[in-house]
């Protein structure tokens, strides 16, 4: 939908009217990321997160591309060929270190953008279909992000591909002989080797097309906003150009400068020195762990430590593993509040502030600590709340809470006052 | 006037800040082309020793410099005499055979065994194989003829065949690069 | 009723969660965890300086040709370095005739070119320092059953580890007396080696770094065991990242541009939103 302010496309130059008529990209994304698009002129910092998130996704394909011209994914040469690209090929040591940190660069920006919505309570209607596209994005980023950790065949890929497919192993009946389908084979080798890197290539190109629905489908009812009062007239909104233009422009200076200093300065801090040794089926590593993105839920999978009825434990963390981010999708009809901001929603933001931050934090910590105690008993502690939170308590809550009086418009929340809510009939 | 200043000098930072854009994008250009260029491992292997000592007049061993064949030839005393008989102002690239061998060692012929057309191996240097009508070697892809100084004697090739840098080390041994 | 469903999904998955806790916290308290060897004794790696360290960090060149001897004289009959080739000891200051000669001096694996069989020929630059055994078997069978990690990554394999090698190597001793009371079976096998930086206490290499001048340095500089340790370990370093050096130069070009482009850039997004309030 544009709004009936939103200013048209008008193509002056003959090459642009003629190109209009064939081929309207132009006049795409003049509506687009134009001026076109109509956006709320309220929007905080976490709103450039979106963006953000757009350019770590160009960054992983072009270094991605980039390092795959200079890969071979055979499990004798693969560790070889990434030292050699770091080592000999021009600026190859930027390219794989701007690719491994653009990895970690872009789940800090997912995290933040999720929680964003979290809070703003994005997911609500009508933008259910933007939320359900970017859980979906979410599970293609971790699965592209898993699969190209097997890549350069250390260590840890190794151990990694043979921990995250053994979850497969524990679905009742048809476990062993999935996990031996998804392999390749009994262990991780060749097969497997080939098949992530197939994928791995792949993924990407599949994720950059749920983005361009997930914008779609946003620029249907529009952007959210702060006060999650929906746009009601021109005062309330500004052209995405140049107004956001030009904040998003000074965002990725903000970025880039974080990125450069982890890229340049500390290359390695993010990754796991046991990757640095080339896979040995022989022999695991004493303390093996995911990348930190994944701690969260791998502290889930292992908080499961007892068999719960006739559920063995290995499965109840596996279920719980992926049930963790399966309920996201459930979220718009979980939440049954009227308001949609958690700025006006005094009991909700309790929860979101004290209860589900703090237990993220701990899952993080935990997932990335030694499978032993205290951490275990922390994790259990933090993933029942975290399960509480999104099927219990938010159910509940956004049930039965008196949320806090509403602004008019974008424009009152902004300037004080908004002369049309005077005319309008009181609510 | 106040006014106009303001306006100009808002117009120079937003003017300035898309530049300082452009110049990040030509930055990071530079790697993103540089990268596809021979990286040093392939640089460092270019250089390449061989043995001549068992090569008799009349034969012809094909070696390898920088992942491609390199003919090393034994010319026999006729050989050389057709060659030198050749009347050199009437050749497509006209060199003689004393310009294309090292002074005392006219009977070494040392060629890139990759044709000046479109890079086929020529036949020649093998026992036994096709030399073309004026006994050098011949290019089975496109019919180029090159003669007993491998040069570019009848078809499309337009050059003779490559000489590359190359000294002898000692009496039987070559460093070709 | 979605929200009943929900809240039944919600009590399956804090159900088995609080169960699961129940038990771990029970068997917490009736069977604490044993203590163990490891956990006491165990050490992280001294404090120890490199030239490289730190952003504005350099090779310290006569350094490192210190530390490649080290390696050559000593390391090197165990210890593969397989990913960096002798002509990239020239980025140590040597010249190409010095890296010739020094290559010359190592054996590496070729095909004899009149019959096909496998022999030794000496090394020329092109070549990757050639490994001391012919494969892991022949490794372990040589040296009691452990096979000697290739080092070209060692300093970025292990935590801290610049400061684990060095530690490493300079960290042999007796085993305390008070450990073997109180861990009688976390005794050093015979054929293992104490010492507390290794992460399970007991290592297959002998103290490989044994006596003052047990190579002797070019330079002048006195060849103790702690100078060799560190040598070594700076050379272990420029191993693992011979592009260090380039990499943080170029880091602090990227910053400062980039530095001067972001202000740029919020003095631009201020400028237009300039008198829109939001």
């Known amino acids: 939908m544009s709004f009936p302010w939103a200013k048209e496309y008008t193509p002056s130059h003959p090459f642009m ?16 990321v134009g001026s076109g698009y109509e956006v709320p002129r309220n929007l905080n910092y976490f709103w450039n997160f979106g963006f953000l998130a757009g350019l770590c996704l160009v960054i992983q394909i072009v270094t991605g591309i980039v390092m795959a011209m200079h890969y071979a994914s055979n499990t004798a040469v693969a560790f070889d060929t990434i030292e050699m690209t770091v080592r000999d090929v021009n600026w190859g040591w930027l390219f794989r270190y701007a690719h491994a940190n653009g990895a970690s660069a872009f789940f800090v ?5 999720i929680f964003r919505g979290f809070y703003y309570g994005s997911y609500k209607a009508p933008r259910e279909m933007v939320w359900l596209l970017g859980v979906v994005i979410f599970l293609l980023m971790m699965a592209t992000a898993f699969m190209g950790y097997v890549l350069p065949w250390g260590q840890m890929s190794f151990w990694g591909a043979k921990v995250i497919t053994g979850l497969f192993g524990a679905i009742p009946f048809v476990g062993e002989p999935l996990q031996q389908w998804l392999l390749g084979g009994f262990a991780p080798d060749n097969a497997a080797l080939n098949r992530f890197f197939s994928l791995h290539y792949l993924l990407p190109f599949v994720i950059l097309g749920v983005v361009i629905l997930h914008i779609w489908a946003l620029h249907i009812p529009g952007s959210s906003n702060p006060t999650g009062v929906e746009i009601k007239s021109e005062s309330d909104t500004v052209p995405f150009y140049p107004y956001y233009v030009a904040k998003d422009g000074w965002a990725i200076g903000v970025f880039a400068i974080l990125f450069a200093a982890a890229v340049f300065f500390f290359p390695n801090a993010l990754g796991h020195p046991d990757n640095y040794i080339p896979a040995n089926p022989m022999s695991t590593p004493a303390h093996i762990v995911p990348e930190w993105y994944f701690w969260p839920f791998y502290a889930i999978l292992r908080a499961f430590t007892q068999d719960f009825f006739f559920i063995p434990a290995k499965l109840m963390g596996v279920l719980a593993m992926f049930g963790a981010i399966l309920v996201w999708f459930f979220l718009p009809w979980l939440d049954k509040s009227p308001v949609r901001s958690g700025s006006y929603r005094p009991t909700y933001k309790k929860f979101f502030w004290f209860g589900l931050i703090p237990a993220m934090a701990v899952l993080f910590y935990c997932g990335g600590a030694p499978a032993a105690e205290p951490y275990v008993m922390f994790s259990q502690i933090a993933a029942l709340y975290y399960f509480a939170h999104f099927l219990i308590i938010l159910p509940i809550v956004s049930a039965i809470e008196k949320p806090l009086p509403l602004p008019y418009s974008i424009t009152e929340a902004v300037l004080g006052k908004d002369e049309e809510a005077e005319l309008a009939p009181t609510a | 006037m106040a006014e106009e200043d303001g306006v100009r000098r808002r117009d120079f930072i937003n003017i300035a800040a898309v530049s300082a854009a452009g110049v990040a994008g030509v930055g990071v250009v530079i790697p993103l082309v540089s990268q596809m260029s021979a990286s040093a491992d392939v640089l460092a292997a270019s250089s390449t020793e061989v043995d001549i000592s068992a090569i008799q007049p009349g034969q012809a061993i094909k070696a390898v410099f ?5 003919f090393v030839r034994n010319l026999t005393p006729k050989e050389i005499e057709e060659a030198n008989a050749v009347d050199v102002a009437s050749l497509r690239d006209p060199q003689t055979l004393a310009e294309r061998t090292k002074e005392g060692k006219e009977n070494w012929l040392i060629t890139m065994g990759v044709c000046t057309h479109l890079g086929c191996v020529p036949l020649g240097a093998g026992e036994g194989e096709n030399r073309g009508e004026f006994g050098g070697y011949f290019c089975p892809c496109h019919g180029s003829a090159y003669d007993t100084a491998a040069r570019i004697r009848k078809g499309p090739a337009p050059k003779n065949l490559e000489v590359p840098a190359y000294e002898f080390t000692t009496d039987t041994v070559v460093k070709i690069g | 009723m979605a929200r009943i469903l929900s809240i039944l999904v919600g009590l399956f998955f804090t159900v088995a969660l609080a169960w699961s806790f129940g038990r771990g916290a029970y068997t917490q308290i009736t069977e604490p965890a044993a203590p163990t060897a490891e956990h006491h ?37 165990c210890h593969s370095l397989s990913h960096v080739a002798f002509r990239d000891l020239t980025q140590l200051g040597y010249t190409d005739a010095e890296v010739k000669a020094i290559a010359a001096g190592f054996s590496v694996p070729g095909t004899d070119p009149n019959t096909g069989e496998a022999t030794m020929r000496p090394g020329t630059s092109t070549d990757y320092f050639p490994k001391p055994f012919a494969n892991d078997i022949a490794a372990r069978a040589a040296n009691n059953n452990a096979v000697p990690p290739d080092l070209s990554l060692m300093t970025k394999a292990r ?9 490493l190597l300079t960290g042999f001793t007796e085993q305390p007396a008070e450990l073997i009371k109180e861990f009688p079976e976390a005794k050093t096998p015979s054929g293992l080696h104490y010492n507390p930086y290794f992460a399970n206490l007991n290592l297959a290499m002998a103290p490989p770094l044994v006596a003052d001048g047990q190579v002797e340095y070019g330079d002048g500089t006195k060849a103790t065991v702690d100078q060799m340790a560190k040598d070594v370990s700076a050379f272990l370093i420029w191993t693992a990242e011979p592009k260090l050096e380039k990499r943080k130069q170029t880091g602090w070009a990227v910053l400062g541009f980039l530095l001067f482009a972001t202000i740029l850039g919020y003095m631009s997004y201020r400028n237009i939103w300039a008198g829109k309030k939001h």
């Open chain 2, 66 to 70: 920088r992942k491609q064949p390199v």
């Open chain 1, 17 to 32: 009217k003629w190109m209009d008529e064939k081929l309207p990209v132009p006049r795409l994304i003049y509506n687009a």
């Open chain 3, 41 to 77: 004794y165990h050490l992280l790696p001294k404090d120890v300086h490199f030239a490289s360290d730190g952003g504005f960090g350099k090779f310290d060149r006569q350094q490192l040709q210190r530390g490649f001897q080290v390696y050559k004289e000593v390391c090197s009959a």
């Open chain 1, 109 to 113: 920006v997912i995290y933040i953008h």
């Open chain 3, 159 to 167: 935590h801290d580890g610049p400061a684990y090698v060095y530690s």
